[in-house]
Structure formats: structure tokens, C-alpha cells
């Protein structure tokens, strides 16, 4: 096939059909159309040649030239695409390293397998181009709601026509046991959109908490306008939901806006996700009080947090349990997901045994430890008493607010419970010697002895062990594992280490080593004294 007068005009007129068909711009493809030819062209003059067609955009006049460039002596490795700057002279005047020489040369008559290799180019190049156009109209929808219409089902997979491209509902993202015909309607999240070898693939989701979300948004004008806000969503697909609201308007309530007159709105969502039953619930920056509606419908008797554990203690009425625990634990498990604590539920009966357990191993404890009767032992731990430690070296004052208790008795109390502390300190000592623990370590400020038997026994026997642990191996910690949040006991735990007690010692411990740089830690604590400052002025 020549590239005559007579299809120069056809070039430029396949090349508008083809990006009209496939809603591309018409340059692409003639890019593409001039790349196949210089291909076509190198195969007839030779591979290692520069040559480069020009399509004119108006006249469809192919042009075929043929570049060579303008290199060092010692740089001259390509003999038809490169020349020296003594061998450019015969063709530029004054030449320079880098300089081009074009020539015109005549075009090809292209041959059967020349024109496919042509044609393979040209679909190649529009089918990049329809992909790119793909990816870019629908990156930035990443995050919203999207119709299509369903194509056809693979393994459970829905692929979904979305207009310009096809996306996929895969069977995870599904709620329940939907089920799909060709033709059918579906409104689904765009969850994902991502640049594959394959082309752009659009993942949909209709079991995100972020569709729910996006549902209300539709549904109610104030949270689109702003007023309000959705602050949590947790979700069971097909089953039921809570989500969390605050209104940034004290006139406007959120949960009744969400709800809608006779429960209109909140029912258009609930329709949309095949019959999901929605608890809405009220957003309090306080988290034991989001707790408590977070577990509705069930009332709540008592909410003790630990916020360093990320864990929360609910104590409900004995006819409360199952309502707080919900079917299958649906309802505890979705109140954790929504309010991001783990969550033990316990009856006031289950409570009061607890309490009254550790009353009676606390009792014990100073009964044994500290030679007093009951009586006397039950004082100490009702007045918020739990260990020696706190005995031994609590004011003097707080010992002689209990009934019955003078200085003289005040101070043998204290004299006895220092003399059991250093006693099993000194018992200590000698476990971790016999331990393997070395002086590097029994030495380090901050440790006691009974920590360092624990120490010991985990393997820690010298500075430089210790100073190779993680902060959350001494501390404990929370790890999520296929999302259940699993516990990570610390060597240090029993001993209430918090996390960042533990980070401080192992970095003075690195410090003491030579590990770490005093200078690099100043910056931090320059920027901590700063931001402390400016909450004083605050």
C-alpha cells in the first residue's frame, strides 16, 4: 500500500472515525498512524536508522525524514542515526554536539505484513489511549456513588456497564445473597480505581460504610450542605448498621433530620440496602457517653474507659445483657467498630463478684504481708489502698484519716511495709542474678528488681538486650489481625509500664550505648517545650 494522493485524505478521515468511535482525540490516533509508518519505513531502510513521519493535519500528506544527530568522537556508536562533528560539516555550517541533520526521504510502499504490523500499532497505541481516558475520567470519582447497568456475572462477580468503561461488584462486596440479571439497575461506591497492564479497573462496593454515607448525604440536604456531619459508620451488611451524626446547628436535631418526616429519609436508604436496619446515633466527644448510645437500644449501668488499652468496661442490668450483646454479638461488635474500642459487657451481679474478689485478695494481701487482723486489713483496702507500695510511701496524713489509726500506728504501718518491699526486693536481686542478669541492666535507673526478673526470665539479661526491644514488647500493645484486634502482652505490663515510660528507657538505654545521638532527641523535645508554650499563652 503506497501512500498516495489518493488515501492521504483517508488517513486523516479513518483517524476522526476512529476517535469518535472510541472518544478519543483524533491526534492520538494520527500519532499512532505516524509511528506505524516509521516502523513500515525502518523495515525497508534498516532498523538502526532515526526516521520519523510527519502526518500534515489539514492535507493527510505524509512526510518521511530521516534525523541524525550530532555526537562526541568517542560517543559515536550508531553509524546511521549519529555523526561526528567532522563528518557534519559536509552538511551544516559551524556544527555543534547535538545538533540534527534532517533529510527527506522517499516514502515507502508498505507490503501486506508492513500494513498489519501497521494496523497492530495503531490499535495498540488507541487502545493505551482509551484506557488513559478511562482512568482519568474516573480516578477523581474515586469516593462517590455511581449507576450502572449489569453486562453479565462471572464466579459470583458482577461486571457493570458505567457508560464510558466497565467496572466491577465483586462477590465480597455484595450485600447478602444478591443477585443480579443482565440489565438490571445497580447504584454501588466507587471503592477503588486503579491503573492495571489490563487497562483501568473501577472496584465497586455496596458493603462499604462509606456507601451508607454517601446514601445519606443524598437523602439529607443538611448533611450535604455541611450542618451536619457523619462522623462513624459501622455496618453489617444486610442486616443492620449505626451510624454516628453531629449537627453543627444547636436549632437542628441530627437525628430526627436523618430520620425525616415519618422516617421518609432514613427508609429511602434502608430500601437501598435491602431492608438494613439503621440505628442513628447522636456523636459525643465524650467516649463513654458515645459508648452508652452507641449500645442502644440496651441501657447502660456503669462505663469505666482505659483509654491507654483502648478497651472499655460496660456494666448492664442483668435483663439488659442479651439486648446489649445484640444476635450473634451484633450489636456489641458494631457499638466497638463504630466507637473504635474493644468492648467488655458485663452484669451488675458479674460486676459486684469482681469487686468484691479483688476486695478480698487485697485484704488478704495486708493481712499476710502486714501481720493486721480483717478488720483492720479491710479498712486500708476501703480506703482505696492496693499495694505495699502505696503504704509504705503515701503521706503520712492520708494513713491518719482512718478511724483508729494514730501517728505511732500510722508509722509502724509504713515501717512494716517497707521492711516486706526491701525484703522481696533483696529476694529479687538474687533470682535475677541467678537468672544470668548482668550489672549493665541492674544498674539501669528505672528498673526494680522483680521488673528485671521478668526481664530476665523473657532473655533480657544485659543493657544492650534491653535496649533492642520495641517499647510495646515491654508495654503491651494491640495488634489488628483480618481485623480483630488481638493483645500483645508486655514483659513490663504487670508492672504498669505505660508505653511511653517504656519508649523513654529503652532510648536513655540506647543512649547510655552510644546507639543514638543525645543531639538527634533535642529537636523533639525542643518542638514538644514549644508546643507547650504555646498552649500556656493559649
Request: charged share 35%; aromatic share 6%.
Amino acid at each position: 500500500m503506497a501512500i498516495t494522493s489518493a488515501n492521504q485524505l483517508e488517513l486523516l478521515q479513518t483517524a476522526e472515525a476512529v476517535a469518535r468511535e472510541k472518544m478519543i482525540d483524533p491526534g492520538l490516533v494520527v500519532e499512532a498512524m505516524e509511528e506505524s509508518l516509521a516502523r513500515a519505513a525502518k523495515s525497508r531502510y534498516g532498523a538502526e536508522m532515526d526516521i520519523r513521519v510527519s502526518i500534515d493535519r489539514k492535507t493527510g500528506k505524509a512526510t518521511f525524514t530521516r534525523v541524525r544527530t550530532v555526537v562526541e568522537d568517542e560517543e559515536l556508536e550508531n553509524y546511521q542515526a549519529e555523526m561526528t562533528v567532522e563528518q557534519a560539516k559536509q552538511y551544516l555550517d559551524d556544527p555543534k554536539v547535538g545538533d540534527q541533520f534532517i533529510e527527506e526521504i522517499p516514502p515507502v510502499d508498505m507490503g501486506r505484513i508492513a500494513a498489519q504490523s501497521a494496523k497492530q500499532v495503531i490499535l495498540q497505541k488507541v487502545r493505551e489511549a482509551e484506557r488513559d481516558r478511562q482512568y482519568e475520567e474516573f480516578k477523581d470519582r474515586a469516593g462517590t456513588i455511581i449507576n450502572g447497568v449489569v453486562k453479565r456475572e462471572e464466579y459470583g462477580n458482577v461486571i457493570v456497564d458505567v457508560g464510558r468503561g466497565e467496572a466491577i461488584l465483586r462477590r465480597n462486596d455484595k450485600i447478602g445473597r444478591e443477585s443480579y440479571r443482565n440489565g438490571d439497575r445497580v447504584r454501588a461506591y466507587i471503592k477503588d480505581v486503579r491503573r492495571e497492564a489490563r487497562g483501568p479497573q473501577i472496584f465497586l462496593s455496596r458493603t462499604a460504610p462509606e456507601f451508607m454515607a454517601e446514601l445519606f448525604k443524598m437523602e439529607v440536604p443538611e448533611i450535604y450542605d455541611g450542618i451536619i456531619e457523619i462522623k462513624a459508620v459501622a455496618r453489617d451488611p444486610g442486616s443492620r448498621a449505626k451510624i454516628a451524626v453531629i449537627s453543627y446547628d444547636g436549632s437542628i436535631d441530627p437525628v430526627g433530620a436523618c430520620v425525616g418526616m415519618r422516617g421518609s429519609r432514613v427508609q429511602a436508604v434502608v430500601n437501598e440496602l435491602q431492608g438494613e436496619k439503621i440505628d442513628i446515633i447522636p456523636w459525643n466527644e465524650d467516649q463513654p457517653t458515645f459508648l452508652v448510645n452507641a449500645l442502644q437500644p440496651a441501657e447502660v449501668s456503669k462505663v469505666v474507659l482505659d483509654e491507654e488499652a483502648e478497651r472499655i468496661e460496660v456494666v448492664v442490668p442483668e435483663d439488659q445483657l442479651s439486648l446489649a450483646i445484640g444476635r450473634r454479638g451484633q450489636n456489641v461488635r458494631l457499638a466497638s467498630q463504630l466507637t473504635n474500642l474493644d468492648i467488655d459487657i458485663m452484669t451488675e451481679a458479674e460486676d459486684s463478684e469482681r469487686r468484691q474478689k479483688e476486695f478480698e485478695e487485697r485484704t488478704k494481701l495486708f493481712m499476710d504481708n502486714l501481720d493486721l487482723d480483717e478488720f483492720f486489713a479491710q479498712l486500708l483496702v476501703s480506703e482505696g489502698f492496693t499495694n505495699l507500695e502505696e503504704v509504705a510511701y503515701v503521706e503520712l496524713d492520708e494513713l491518719l484519716v482512718i478511724d483508729g489509726v494514730d501517728e505511732d500506728t500510722a508509722n509502724e504501718l509504713q515501717a512494716r511495709a517497707r521492711d516486706v518491699l526491701e525484703a522481696q526486693a533483696r529476694e529479687a536481686m538474687e533470682k535475677a542474678r541467678a537468672l544470668g542478669a548482668e550489672d549493665s541492666l541492674i544498674e539501669f535507673e528505672g528498673l526494680t528488681p522483680q521488673m528485671i526478673v521478668a526481664l530476665a526470665e523473657d532473655g533480657v539479661k544485659t543493657l544492650e538486650d534491653f535496649a533492642t526491644c520495641a517499647d510495646w514488647e515491654l508495654a503491651g500493645g494491640w495488634t489488628t489481625v483480618d481485623g480483630e484486634r488481638v493483645k500483645d502482652d508486655g514483659i513490663l505490663e504487670p508492672f504498669d509500664v505505660s508505653l511511653d515510660e517504656a519508649q523513654n528507657m529503652v532510648m536513655t538505654a540506647r543512649v547510655m550505648l552510644g546507639w543514638v545521638d543525645p543531639a538527634e532527641l533535642e529537636p523533639e523535645a525542643a518542638d514538644e517545650a514549644e508546643g507547650e508554650e504555646q498552649e500556656a499563652e493559649a
